[in-house]
């Protein structure tokens, strides 16, 4: 599975998204994270492979969520579905 | 791409959204989806790939029209209700209203946990073991929409009718005998 990091000031959360490369709603995400300097990780699941489809459905479901994009996973507890910028901006604190 | 969805918008009273840049991104995407699968699946949603599996979300996908109404936008919020273009009323992301066992279909292919007897018991307790998972089957049927008689072939009937815009409970399935002459 690959996955992109991208480099922030702002690495105190561990902040990983599970996207889709042509979602506008998952850019805009990834947008406000960078505007924010938030070190973050994601992964496209539409460019990936059936088999790993699959695991990142099962990781979604174990963590309680669905499979809608953009899903942000906060410190690997907080799960936020969509581009909610209150509930992201109150889990990581800026 | 966009003349399209201008005119689609036109003819089912609803608008594109006012944001210019969000709407590039998602004209971006469906031309991506459409150079991808042959088709302009929802850029916000994952598809399989599979026309038959991907239909109900093709842009406008099923869920648009009633989405604008309850919502304010369709799913992606390429589309949007004449409030939330004049800047009145402010979007946010919606809830999902294709059904699970379609969101499904794009995940794993793979395998799949089947709960089965073991051999060496006669207890009948069960234990999951991971089986090859059978692709989805697609039947097609054909069905009409009662009320203007429009006609179609799918898996299942349209959410709402295209023509009419009736319910999907309007519609019945067609059966058709055919007959060759002796």
């Known amino acids: ?94 | 791409m966009r003349q399209r969805a201008e005119a689609d918008a036109r003819t089912n009273g609803c608008f594109l959204s006012p944001d210019s840049q969000f709407l590039n991104d998602l004209f971006e995407g469906l031309k991506k989806n459409e150079e991808r699968y042959g088709y302009p699946a929802c850029p916000c949603r994952l598809a399989t790939g599979k026309f038959e599996l991907d239909r109900d979300i093709i842009c406008p996908c099923d869920y648009r029209d009633p989405d604008v109404k309850e919502h304010g936008c369709c799913y992606c919020a390429l589309y949007v209700r004449k409030d939330v273009s004049e800047g009145k009323t402010s979007i946010g992301p919606i809830p999902e209203r294709r059904p699970k066992e379609k969101l499904d279909r794009a995940y794993g292919t793979s395998m799949r946990k089947m709960k089965v007897s073991p051999p060496s018991t006669t207890s009948g307790t069960k234990t999951e073991v991971a089986v090859p998972r059978e692709p989805p089957q697609i039947n097609l049927k054909m069905w009409y929409c009662r009320q203007c008689g429009y006609v179609c072939y799918r898996e299942d009937p349209p959410y709402i009718c295209p023509i009419c815009k009736a319910k999907k409970e309007m519609f019945t399935e067609l059966s058709t005998t055919l007959t060759t002459q002796q």
């Open chain 1, 1 to 94: 599975m690959k996955s992109v990091k991208v480099t922030g000031k702002n690495s105190k959360h561990e902040v990983f998204l599970y996207t889709l490369s042509t979602c506008a709603w998952c850019k805009l995400t990834k947008k406000f994270l960078t505007d924010n300097k938030i070190e973050y990780e994601y992964v496209d699941v539409d460019l990936c492979s059936d088999k790993d489809r699959d695991i990142i459905r099962k990781d979604i479901e174990s963590r309680g969520g669905e499979p809608r994009y953009p899903i942000i996973i906060i410190d690997d507890k907080i799960l936020i579905h969509g581009f909610r910028k209150d509930k992201i901006t109150e889990a990581l604190g800026i």
